[in-house]
């Protein structure tokens, strides 16, 4: 039993993965622009900076990820009126998919749980909840990792010199 929770487990980060780059080819954009519209839905407003860390791109990369989705009016740049060297990016105009995409999940996962498992709803929702904590401490370990690389992780330098 512990085995099979593991795949399915394993199963579920899979298939969030596939998920993501399938709704980011369906709207039309890049799946780290996904990821920034995701904070934005939860949070209206992001500073560059916030974008960056979810997204895992670089200053640079960042800019370029805001500017596509502000040439695309989903979102505008606002100076932070705390701090002027700091941008603050406004979610103003969710992709007009983001509703057909909730309603598509929510309704695949209404159909698999309506299908008899041999374990409980409450079950299964323990199960994903354990997953998704699993999946954060996860993060944070690699997150921690890259901090302090190790021989696990390649250093920038490295990359740049063609090892691996």
Same mark, same amino acid.
């Given at each position: 039993?512990?085995?099979?929770?593991?795949?399915?487990?394993?199963?579920?980060?899979?298939?969030?993965?596939?998920?993501?780059?399938?709704?980011?080819?369906?709207?039309?954009?890049?799946?780290?622009?996904?990821?920034?519209?995701?904070?934005?839905?939860?949070?209206?407003?992001?500073?560059?900076?916030?974008?960056?860390?979810?997204?895992?791109? /670089?200053?640079?990369?960042? $800019? +370029?990820?805001?500017? !596509?989705? &502000?040439?695309?009016?989903?979102?505008?740049?606002?100076?932070? *009126?705390?701090?002027?060297?700091?941008?603050?990016?406004?979610?103003?105009?969710?992709?007009?998919?983001?509703?057909?995409?909730?309603?598509?999940?929510?309704?695949?996962?209404?159909?698999?749980?309506?299908?008899?498992?041999?374990?409980?709803?409450?079950?299964?929702? /323990?199960?994903?909840?354990? $997953? +998704?904590?699993?999946? !954060?401490? &996860?993060?944070?370990?690699?997150?921690?990792?890259?901090?302090? *690389?190790?021989?696990?992780?390649?250093?920038?330098?490295?990359?740049?010199?063609?090892?691996?």
């Amino acid at each position: 039993m512990h085995d099979e929770l593991v795949e399915a487990s394993m199963e579920t980060i899979r298939m969030s993965v596939l998920w993501a780059s399938s709704v980011a080819k369906y709207v039309g954009i890049q799946p780290t622009d996904l990821f920034a519209i995701a904070l934005l839905l939860e949070t209206t407003t992001a500073t560059a900076g916030k974008l960056m860390e979810t997204t895992g791109l /670089s200053s640079g990369a960042t $800019t +370029a990820m805001i500017d !596509r989705l &502000a040439a695309t009016g989903i979102v505008v740049r606002e100076s932070d *009126p705390d701090d002027a060297r700091r941008v603050i990016v406004r979610l103003v105009a969710p992709p007009q998919s983001v509703e057909f995409i909730r309603t598509v999940t929510a309704q695949e996962i209404s159909n698999a749980v309506k299908r008899p498992k041999a374990i409980s709803v409450q079950g299964w929702i /323990s199960a994903h909840i354990a $997953t +998704a904590t699993a999946i !954060r401490s &996860a993060i944070e370990k690699f997150d921690s990792a890259i901090k302090k *690389p190790s021989k696990h992780v390649v250093s920038e330098r490295d990359r740049s010199n063609g090892r691996k």
